[in-house]
């Protein structure tokens, strides 16, 4: 079954600092990866996927990588902003059974304080 | 592109009350779409998947006489939580494969907070 795992559960750093989130998962037969953005009491927004042909995605001042083989992802926002806070999840699609049905990790909680 | 909509965004309802919760695509046909419970620090547990026309498949654990689901139309998915008690008390959100999209790409509503007193 797969597990997905984010660390650290919260983050709080000032202003202009870069940093990076980690999500790990247990099994490597995934279809794609997903970081999303959830604001207090809000839904998901989708920031980067990437296939798991691909090893990182670029936006802006995030860029995610992925590592398949080792199970692990990194989200990294560059010079953070207050409005950067916010919880970020991970999520992994499964390469059977349905790539939709997304995993998700229990997400990082960011503070960027001004 | 790529809306979906849920309301109500927060519903309050006593105990054995049934509470509907309605998703829509609002710019696309929506094929599928998701219903995820997510309670407090907690990750987003898919519920079931429906499929328009067609019975939902629900995850295990989750009760389909409890958690009705409904997927009438290409732009339309609704959740009935039937005689609702304290404990479905959570933040529930649904989310949609859109055609033409590459596959694994899912667009989340705002999701609908529930409370039962």
């Known amino acids: 079954k797969q597990e997905v795992t984010q660390i650290p559960a919260a983050l709080s750093v000032p202003e202009g600092e870069n940093l990076v989130l980690n999500c790990s998962f247990t099994?490597?037969?995934?279809?794609?990866l997903q970081w999303f953005r959830q604001d207090p009491g809000k839904g998901l927004t989708s920031l980067l996927l990437?296939?798991?042909?691909?090893r990182e995605q670029t936006s802006g001042r995030l860029n995610a990588s992925l590592d398949k083989s080792s199970g692990r992802s990194t989200l990294y926002i560059a010079a953070s902003q207050p409005g950067d806070s916010a919880t970020y999840l991970c999520a992994v699609a499964p390469l059977q059974g349905g790539s939709e049905k997304l995993v998700f990790g229990k997400g990082t909680k960011l503070t960027v304080n001004p | 592109g790529a809306v979906v909509s849920q309301h109500p965004s927060r519903v309050i309802c006593k105990s054995g009350t049934s509470v509907k919760i309605e998703c829509r695509s609002l710019?696309?046909?929506?094929?599928?779409m998701f219903w995820y419970r997510q309670f407090p620090k907690q990750s987003l547990m898919l519920m079931a998947t429906?499929?328009?026309?067609?019975?939902?498949?629900?995850e295990q654990g989750v009760e389909k006489d409890k958690f009705l689901i409904n997927h009438a139309s290409l732009t339309l998915s609704t959740l009935t939580v039937t005689s609702a008690h304290p404990e479905d008390s959570s933040f529930y959100i649904c989310s949609a494969t859109a055609s033409g999209r590459p596959r694994g790409e899912l667009f989340f509503g705002e999701g609908s907070r529930l409370t039962v007193l």
């Open positions: 990437i296939q798991s042909s691909q």
């Open positions: 099994d490597s037969a995934i279809y794609n």
């Open positions: 710019d696309f046909q929506a094929t599928t």
């Open positions: 429906s499929n328009e026309g067609s019975k939902a498949t629900y």
